[in-house]
């Protein structure tokens, strides 16, 4: 099992920028995707962006040019850094992965939110206008 834990979270003004950091432990997976999400109050989580094993990036519309995902083998960390910050970028923030056969990390993209069985416990970002 891969435990995550995101950290990188707080309060900025818009146009402000945050970079979450996402650290995973125990177990890693050979051939992965990994993602962040964002979840509203009293919504559903929704994908911000992915990046796979073979560093192959997708972002959600609504953040594509203002987000970058990236990670770092070495240290086994996944970061996003947030730039351009709009109130509505004010959320709860998850990290995930997702174990793939190596033939299917091609389809990290298109995974359904239920494929990622690992995730963090959250950071909170908070974009004041």
């Known amino acids: 099992q891969v435990q995550l834990v995101e950290s990188g979270g707080g309060s900025v003004q818009a146009g402000g920028s945050l970079r979450l950091s996402c650290a995973a432990s125990?177990?890693?997976?050979?051939?992965?995707?990994m993602g962040w999400f964002r979840q509203y109050p009293g919504k559903e989580r929704e994908g911000v962006a992915r990046?796979?094993?073979?560093?192959?990036?997708t972002y959600a519309d609504s953040v594509k040019g203002r987000f970058t995902i990236s990670k770092d083998n070495a240290n086994n960390t996944l970061y996003l850094q947030m730039n351009s910050l709009k109130p509505e970028d004010t959320a709860m923030y998850y990290c995930?992965?997702?174990?793939?056969?190596?033939?299917?990390?091609?389809?990290?993209?298109?995974?359904?939110?239920?494929?990622?069985?690992?995730w963090g416990q959250g950071t909170q970002v908070t974009v004041s206008s």
């Open positions: 995930a992965t997702a174990a793939l056969a190596p033939w299917a990390s091609r389809l990290c993209p298109h995974l359904a939110r239920s494929t990622f069985t690992s």
């Open positions: 125990g177990y890693t997976y050979s051939t992965y995707c």
């Open positions: 990046i796979d094993t073979y560093g192959s990036t």
